[in-house]
């Protein structure tokens, strides 16, 4: 029983962590909280879907394409409606009430297009096969390693390339960014791009474990900002080891309590870790 929780925990975890590191990203360089974000992990799921359902595409090239087309819209998002607020001087407040705006426009778009109702990938049922003890999908182990691996790229993105110095140094000081001649327009978008492309991922992940529906990624906006401050808010590696905790630490919960209770115990076990280490695990901001 209590193996499987853990495999279940492990799972879920690496989708939160996926979601967070891009949580994590955008605000360490844009440095505001953006509430919008689960929408995006619904986008990418519901993109997937479309794609592979209206283009007779591989589910996998169906996957590359919502990506790609997240991170689309999400540069578009951003100069369309956060530039032209950080232009005029906006303050964090009124970007972040801008981004619940868009959270609400755009899980209502989606309820007008696909309906509240659940929806699956047209993907054959993957039968549980018992390791361990533990019965677990192949679907599972394949949503696990695409996560792992995610994480390996965002960790060779941020230390190995010219790029993810760039955001690293524009994270630390961005005046000294600017004057050192970095292009700090292309970076936010690319940092956009890539925030975008990593929950549309996780939201194909999520769909892939579980079902498609509007409110999908709202359910997890929670846990996600749980596993962002836990690791150190706008730390990537903090992130993936918070969504790993949260993952874990709500999926063992329901073996004592009510699966009610499942994100207060995330919140408590984050409150307990702040009280220690006030900046998170890994430091932040």
């Avoid at 292309?186 to 999520?206: D, H, P």
Wanted: glycine share 10%; hydrophobic share 60%.
């Amino acid at each position: 029983m209590m193996e499987q929780l853990i495999a279940n925990g492990i799972i879920y975890g690496c989708i939160i962590a996926l979601a967070a590191i891009g949580l994590s990203l955008a605000y360490r360089i844009l440095n505001f909280a953006n509430f919008a974000h689960g929408e995006f992990l619904t986008l990418g799921a519901y993109f997937a879907l479309f794609f592979a359902a209206s283009l007779d595409l591989g589910f996998p090239a169906a996957c590359f394409l919502a990506i790609a087309a997240t991170a689309a819209f999400g540069v578009a998002l951003d100069l369309l409606a956060w530039r032209p607020m950080r232009s005029s001087g906006a303050s964090r407040t009124a970007i972040m009430i801008l981004s619940i705006g868009l959270s609400i426009a755009i899980r209502n778009a989606l309820i007008i297009f696909f309906r509240p109702d659940a929806l699956r990938f047209p993907l054959p049922v993957s039968r549980g096969m018992s390791i361990y003890g533990m019965s677990i999908t192949p679907l599972q182990i394949e949503v696990v390693l695409i996560a792992s691996a995610a994480m390996l790229l965002v960790h060779a993105l941020l230390s190995r390339t010219a790029l993810g110095k760039s955001m690293r140094a524009l994270a630390d000081n961005p005046d000294l960014a600017r004057i050192s001649g970095i292009n700090v327009d292309r970076v936010i978008r690319c940092t956009w791009a890539v925030s975008m492309g990593l929950a549309a991922l996780a939201g194909i992940m999520y769909g892939l474990i579980t079902h498609l529906n509007p409110n999908m990624g709202w359910s997890i906006i929670l846990p996600m900002f749980a596993a962002a401050i836990l690791g150190g808010i706008g730390n990537a590696y903090g992130a993936m080891a918070g969504g790993l905790i949260i993952g874990i630490s709500q999926e063992i919960s329901t073996a004592f309590l009510p699966a009610e209770y499942k994100i207060a115990v995330s919140f408590l076990i984050m409150i307990a870790v702040l009280l220690f280490r006030p900046r998170g695990l890994m430091g932040g901001g």
